[in-house]
């Protein structure tokens, strides 16, 4: 029942400010401001490719404020988006998922999941704006990845036959892609189990004391010209490990995207490592394990 990686939000200090972060990167355009009482935050949604990126800011004591006091500016919540929003709602209320409601979405609280904070809203076409195309991934760092699967095919109707296991020595994780509509796009849940925690996936799990949401992805038809953007704002990003499947990949480092690890990879260059090498395009290389 979930369609695409759709959206982030984010927890930071000032929306305005991270808002113009977005435009000189992403090319992004402003598309909304509100407030999510549920969250006691003032939000403002920018839109790069077709999906959104919601940034909260805090409009007084409250989640958002929680985290911030907490952990800095970074990744709050990731977003799916269905095409009933209501149908999901009574599927998880059979499954005794416990959500809270803003407007037309469901928030739902890492602790009714594998420790990944979620945001589901209705399945909408939008115009693709900016340098990159949409997000595809959101990572989730989980004690038991088969248990993790399990329950996100069970309680969001997803078809685990269409599960791609991975595993990384490079980065120091075994897990599985659950991927949702594959081969229209790559969108999934990336679920890691950590195997070497020396490496930085098995730090930051460590720091956050368990399952939780570490990083998302972007793809881009030109990946240097996002590089590009982000040197002219003096933002700080890095290549890939020779070993790295994703050659062509920049990682934008957190310390000045307001706390998010994201990565992005050239369009398709994706499928390589995602079940469906034939699609990734011309100059993929297999993955290295």
């Known amino acids: ?6 959206r982030m939000q984010l927890a930071v200090r000032d929306r305005g400010q991270a808002a113009r972060t977005f435009i000189d990167a992403f090319a992004a355009e402003e598309a909304d401001d509100d407030e999510v009482p549920a969250l ?3 939000r403002r949604t920018v839109r790069a490719g077709t999906s959104a990126f919601e940034l909260l800011e805090p409009a007084g004591d409250g989640p958002v404020a929680d985290y911030i006091a907490r952990w800095g500016e970074g990744l709050f919540a990731a977003g799916f988006s269905t095409r009933d929003v209501d149908a999901l709602a009574k599927r998880l209320d059979a499954k005794g998922v416990r959500y809270a409601t803003a407007g037309e979405q469901l928030l739902i609280a890492p602790d ?3 420790g990944l904070r979620m945001v589901i809203s209705r399945e909408e076409s939008r115009p693709m704006v900016g340098r990159i195309r949409y997000l595809y991934e959101a990572t989730n760092l989980v004690d038991d990845h088969v248990a993790a699967a399990n329950f996100y095919a069970d309680r969001f109707g997803l078809d685990a036959s269409r599960f791609v296991p991975i595993t990384s020595k490079l980065y120091g994780y075994t897990g599985q892609l659950t991927m949702f509509n594959p081969p229209e796009r790559l969108d999934r849940i990336e679920l890691s189990q950590i195997t070497d925690w020396d490496r930085a996936m098995g730090r930051f799990m460590k720091r956050r004391g368990g399952q939780t949401l570490y990083m998302c992805y ?3 038809d030109d990946v240097m ?9 003096g933002m700080r990003y890095a ?4 070993g ?7 990682f934008i480092h957190p310390s000045t995207f307001h706390g998010v690890l994201m990565g992005c ?10 079940g469906r090498p034939e699609l990734a395009g011309t100059g993929a290389t297999p993955p290295e394990h």
């Open 1 to 6: 029942m979930l369609e695409h990686v759709d």
């Open 40 to 42: 006691n935050a003032r």
């Open 112 to 114: 009714q999941t594998p």
């Open 218 to 220: 972007v793809e881009a």
């Open 225 to 233: 010209a996002v590089a590009r953007a982000l040197e002219a704002r």
């Open 239 to 242: 290549g890939r490990d020779p």
């Open 244 to 250: 790295d499947p994703n050659p062509a990949g920049i």
């Open 265 to 274: 990879s050239r369009t398709n260059l994706a499928w390589t490592w995602s």
